[in-house]
C-alpha cells in the first residue's frame, strides 16, 4: 500500500532551527509537496521537489532523496507564527497526492 | 499565485437539509479540481476530483448521491452535502491545480466548515 511517515509533533524554540521528516512508500512518484496549515484555516503551499537535492526558498527549504524515499522540510530563525501543522504529500504514478497525517509544530518563546 | 476562493466559510444547518459549497479559481482556469474533507487533527481526505464537463470521480467509500458534484465551466466546482446529518460536520476544502497538466502546484480554497446540528 501507499504510506507517508512524518512525526505528530514537534517543539522548538523561536529562533532556532527545525527539521520535519518525512518518509514515503507510493506507487511511483511526481513529485513531492509540502503545504503549511495553521488550525482552521486551508493549507498553504510552500515547496515542491521532483529531482534529488535541496530547494531553499527564503527561511524554508525543502530536501528530496528519491532512493530513499525521505524528504524533510527545514525551517530556520523559527517564528511564533511558524507553529502550524506542516503536511506531506507525494504524487504517484497516476498523479494522485498522497498526504501524510501532518507534524504538528509548536514553537515556544 | 494563483487564488481559489471557496464560500461560504462557515455554514450551520439543521439535520435533513442539504448545503451547496462553491469552489472557484479566480485568476486561472481549473479542468480538474478536488474537494478533501478534514476532521479534527486528522490529515486531508480526498472525496472526489472534479472534472470540467463530466462526471466527477469518487473516492471509495465516499456515497457519490450524498455528495454531489458539479463542475460547470473552468472556474466553478460545486460540492452540495445531501440531507445532511451530524456526522457530516466536518471542514471541507477544495483545491485546483493551476497551469494545466498533472503536475504543479496545488492551491487550495479556503476552506468550509460545516456543522450539522
Known amino acids: 500500500g501507499q504510506n507517508i511517515d512524518q512525526p505528530t509533533e514537534m517543539t522548538a524554540t523561536e529562533g532556532a532551527i527545525v527539521q520535519i521528516n518525512c518518509t514515503y512508500q507510493t506507487s511511483g512518484f511526481n513529485g513531492l509537496f509540502w503545504y503549511q496549515q495553521h488550525a482552521g484555516e486551508a493549507p498553504t503551499f510552500l515547496s515542491y521537489n521532483v529531482l534529488d537535492g535541496l530547494e531553499e526558498k527564503g527561511r524554508f527549504s525543502s530536501f528530496l532523496s528519491r532512493s530513499k524515499g525521505y524528504s524533510y522540510l527545514l525551517l530556520k530563525e523559527l517564528q511564533m507564527k511558524d507553529s502550524a501543522s506542516y503536511l506531506c504529500a507525494v504524487m504517484d504514478s497516476n498523479y494522485q497526492l498522497i498526504w501524510g497525517a501532518g507534524t504538528k509544530l509548536i514553537i515556544k518563546p | 499565485g494563483a487564488v481559489v476562493s471557496q464560500h461560504p466559510s462557515w455554514v450551520i444547518c439543521k439535520s435533513g437539509t442539504s448545503v451547496k459549497i462553491e469552489c472557484r479559481s479566480l485568476d486561472f482556469q481549473a479542468t480538474t479540481m478536488f474537494w478533501y474533507r478534514q476532521f479534527p487533527k486528522q490529515s486531508l481526505m480526498l472525496m472526489a476530483t472534479s472534472n470540467e464537463g463530466s462526471k466527477a470521480t469518487y473516492e471509495q467509500g465516499v456515497e457519490k448521491d450524498k455528495f454531489l458534484i458539479n463542475h460547470a465551466s473552468l472556474t466553478l466546482s460545486t460540492l452540495t452535502v445531501t440531507s445532511a446529518h451530524p456526522e457530516d460536520s466536518s471542514f471541507y476544502i477544495c483545491?485546483?491545480?493551476?497551469?494545466?497538466?498533472?503536475?504543479?502546484?496545488?492551491?487550495f480554497g479556503e476552506g468550509s466548515r460545516l456543522t450539522v446540528l
Open positions: 483545491s485546483a491545480r493551476a497551469g494545466g497538466g498533472d503536475t504543479g502546484e496545488l492551491f
